[in-house]
């Protein structure tokens, strides 16, 4: 077999598929999460590689040694740096999917942004003291370990959300006189309680 009839074979049966998946709105919804962050994962990439400074001893050279005091009396902003962009991705993806899920459905997006939100750490966040006087928790699947999570709730907020709006599931009317922004807030909230049970 030859590259001709190779390559003719792949656009006659591979492009198709090829062509139907990159117009599913899901995996659309996906790859414009992630484009969209890009300027977030660059930025603590950088930060990843400035604060991996060579482990160097007095027989460094000046930059190196330089770069090792810089990184050792910064370590905590790298620290921070790091996990607000790197270590929180799988919740910045969940945003970023029901954004666009919603977008393309011509729904506003925040409420089910919130919702989303909601649903994914209550699905990560694995409490260790909550009260009125502090709360700590467990936050290490914020990372890319929660991306599997993320996508799924993601998906399923933003699509069971846009279902229950369209088909006016549990809707609370209310007189014309109430502000529009407000009947949306009324409109949302049995489809809210729905989400946040399930």
Same mark, same amino acid.
């Given at each position: 077999?030859?590259?001709?009839?190779?390559?003719?074979?792949?656009? $006659?049966?591979?492009?198709?598929?090829?062509?139907?998946?990159?117009?599913? !709105? =899901?995996?659309?919804a996906i790859r414009d999460a992630f484009m969209s962050l890009l300027?977030?994962?660059?930025?603590?990439?950088?930060?990843? @590689?400035?604060?991996?400074?060579?482990? @160097?001893?007095?027989?460094?050279?000046?930059?190196?040694?330089?770069? +090792?005091?810089?990184?050792?009396?910064?370590?905590?902003?790298? #620290?921070? !740096?790091?996990?607000?962009?790197?270590? +929180?991705?799988?919740?910045?993806?969940?945003?970023?999917?029901? =954004? %666009?899920?919603?977008? #393309?459905?011509?729904?506003?997006?925040?409420?089910?942004?919130?919702?989303?939100?909601?649903?994914?750490?209550?699905?990560? @966040?694995?409490?260790?003291?909550?009260?009125?006087?502090? $709360?700590?928790?467990?936050?290490?699947?914020?990372?890319?370990?929660?991306?599997?999570?993320?996508?799924?709730?993601?998906?399923?907020?933003?699509?069971?959300?846009?279902?229950?709006?369209?088909?006016?599931?549990? $809707?609370? #009317?209310?007189?014309?006189?109430?502000?529009?922004?407000?009947?949306?807030? %009324?409109?949302?909230?049995?489809?809210?309680?729905?989400?946040?049970?399930?």
């Open positions: 077999m030859n590259i001709q009839s190779m390559s003719v074979s792949m656009e $006659k049966y591979v492009m198709p598929l090829a062509d139907k998946l990159g117009n599913e !709105i =899901h995996l659309r300027p977030i994962t660059f930025t603590g990439g950088i930060a990843a @590689v400035l604060s991996s400074a060579p482990s @160097v001893d007095a027989a460094g050279t000046g930059i190196t040694l330089a770069w +090792a005091r810089f990184v050792e009396s910064n370590s905590m902003i790298f #620290s921070w !740096i790091n996990a607000l962009t790197l270590g +929180a991705m799988s919740l910045y993806i969940c945003i970023g999917i029901i =954004h %666009f899920l919603c977008k #393309s459905r011509k729904i506003e997006s925040f409420l089910p942004i919130l919702l989303g939100v909601c649903g994914f750490l209550m699905l990560i @966040v694995e409490p260790m003291s909550l009260g009125w006087d502090g $709360k700590m928790a467990e936050l290490s699947y914020m990372d890319g370990k929660g991306l599997i999570p993320a996508m799924f709730i993601s998906i399923l907020t933003a699509d069971l959300y846009c279902y229950m709006r369209k088909r006016d599931f549990g $809707k609370i #009317s209310l007189p014309d006189t109430v502000p529009a922004s407000l009947s949306d807030v %009324f409109a949302s909230i049995v489809p809210g309680a729905v989400l946040m049970v399930i």
